[in-house]
């Protein structure tokens, strides 16, 4: 068969999903150690500033305190790691709009609110959390204890090598190699933390390659972060790219480089699980309203309108999406934005939006364009649908009540 032959039928069995090339068998988990227990003083220590921190978060305003919900995302959990890993996690989900979760070494997984935004299926969300239980597991929190005792020397010897540098003056043989010196004992320092990043993105995907999971959603979720961060770059007028790419003293592998080895290692697999994207948009359904307040406050206004605009292509814009977004034109507050933002509001309430905050934002946004009487209009319409609202003086002093 002649390689262009070849190659055309290959794509057409991508395209339908029914490739004749066997999947590779996944590599099996390694046996599960159950929980750790702290052994020496210093990590007893940093159990007992673990259980504190996990205290304090209990009590905490940004803790979003539905069980439903913080069950459903330790369902996805489990999914990915399995039963007996899962079972040594307790979740929490945090209003913090930045994609971000994180896990402590007395089993606390932190899920930022910022995450169940932006993965677009319960896969996504999976090789997520199971990067960080990877961590958990290969007890890297444990290992940091080590790293932080040592932080002291290495700052002691970066400050004797500069202090070389500056005895010997600028441009002489000794101070470039003081220099150069510094940057390789730095350099090594924080590449051990990217070695461990990239051991906890191995051992996820080996989660997942044992899991009902697509493996393809480990390198699509980071595909979207770099599209949402060149969208936030373009809009403060800086280059593509800039926020992503590793810098000397990144603490991850650099953005399209995790991309595209978790793209690689699915390929070689050759599996095709599941996304289980309707699943994952029922259970956020009836957060979405509070997950995207929080986004719309974050002051990231091409992040925000990237992340709306690829929301909308799942279900078309909702009202929840249009209020979001005309919430984030009003904020720039600039009359060609508050116009646009007014436009938005006007067709949240055609779609049915029946939060009476869609009232209040209309009216604001046209008062502030110099449209009164209907501004008023608005705004007494809030009024009337919302009695007891805590800014009622404020409104009825607009409203002109």
């Not at 280059?239 to 995790?258: C, L, Q, S």
């Not at 507050?333 to 938005?344: E, G, H, K, S, V």
């Given at each position: 068969m002649c390689g262009a032959l070849r190659a055309a039928?290959?794509?057409a069995l991508a395209v339908t999903g029914t490739a004749s090339v066997p999947a590779r068998a996944a590599d099996p988990l390694p046996p599960y150690a159950k929980a750790y227990e702290p052994q020496t003083k210093d990590e007893r220590g940093l159990w007992m500033e673990a259980d504190e921190g996990e205290r304090v978060l209990r009590d905490s305003a940004l803790l979003v305190r539905d069980d439903a919900l913080a069950k459903y995302v330790k369902g996805v959990l489990c999914r990915q790691v399995g039963e007996d890993r899962c079972n040594s996690a307790r979740i929490y989900i945090v209003e913090v709009p930045q994609f971000n979760a994180s896990m402590a070494p007395n089993g606390t997984m932190r899920v930022w609110t910022g995450l169940l935004l932006r993965a677009r299926n319960e896969a996504e969300l999976a090789s997520i959390l199971g990067h960080e239980f990877a961590h958990f597991e290969l007890r890297h929190g444990v290992m940091?204890?080590?790293?932080?005792?040592?932080?002291?020397?290495?700052?002691?010897?970066?400050?004797?090598?500069?202090?070389?540098?500056?005895?010997?003056?600028?441009?002489?043989?000794?101070?470039?190699?003081?220099?150069s010196l510094q940057i390789a004992v730095i350099g090594t320092y924080f590449k051990f933390s990217r070695d461990q990043?990239?051991?906890?993105?191995?051992?996820?995907?080996?989660?997942?390659?044992?899991?009902?999971?697509?493996?393809?959603?480990?390198?699509?979720?980071?595909?979207?972060?770099?599209?949402?961060?060149?969208?936030?770059?373009?809009?403060?007028?800086?280059?593509?790219?800039?926020?992503?790419?590793?810098?000397?003293?990144?603490?991850?592998?650099?953005?399209?480089?995790?991309?595209?080895?978790?793209?690689?290692?699915?390929?070689?697999?050759?599996?095709?699980?599941?996304?289980?994207?309707?699943?994952?948009?029922?259970?956020?359904?009836?957060?979405?309203?509070?997950?995207?307040?929080?986004?719309?406050?974050?002051?990231d206004f091409g992040g925000s309108e990237h992340l709306l605009q690829t929301l909308s292509q799942v279900e078309g814009w909702t009202g929840?999406?249009?209020?979001?977004?005309?919430?984030?034109?009003?904020?720039?507050?600039?009359?060609?934005?508050?116009?646009?933002?007014?436009?938005?509001?006007?067709?949240?309430?055609?779609?049915?939006?029946?939060?009476?905050?869609?009232?209040?934002?209309?009216?604001?946004?046209?008062?502030?364009?110099?449209?009164?009487?209907?501004?008023?209009?608005?705004?007494?319409?809030?009024?009337?649908?919302?009695?007891?609202?805590?800014?009622?003086?404020?409104?009825?002093?607009?409203?002109?009540?």
């Open positions: 039928l290959l794509a940091g204890i080590k790293k932080a005792r040592d932080a002291a020397g290495l700052a002691a010897w970066i400050g004797v090598i500069g202090a070389a540098g500056a005895y010997y003056g600028g441009g002489t043989s000794m101070s470039d190699a003081a220099s990043e990239a051991a906890a993105d191995m051992l996820s995907f080996k989660y997942m390659a044992n899991s009902p999971y697509d493996p393809h959603a480990a390198s699509q979720v980071w595909q979207y972060i770099m599209a949402e961060a060149d969208a936030r770059s373009v809009a403060r007028g800086l280059k593509p790219g800039r926020e992503y790419k590793a810098d000397f003293f990144g603490t991850h592998p650099a953005t399209p480089e995790r991309a595209a080895y978790l793209k690689a290692e699915a390929d070689k697999l050759g599996k095709q699980g599941e996304l289980r994207a309707k699943e994952y948009r029922e259970a956020l359904r009836p957060f979405m309203p509070r997950l995207l307040a929080a986004q719309v406050k974050s002051n929840d999406l249009l209020f979001a977004r005309g919430e984030l034109f009003r904020q720039r507050a600039n009359p060609r934005d508050l116009a646009t933002a007014a436009d938005l509001f006007r067709e949240a309430i055609a779609k049915g939006y029946t939060a009476p905050e869609v009232h209040r934002e209309l009216g604001l946004s046209l008062l502030r364009n110099g449209q009164e009487a209907e501004g008023k209009a608005s705004l007494k319409q809030y009024l009337a649908l919302k009695p007891d609202a805590s800014d009622i003086n404020v409104i009825k002093m607009l409203a002109g009540n």
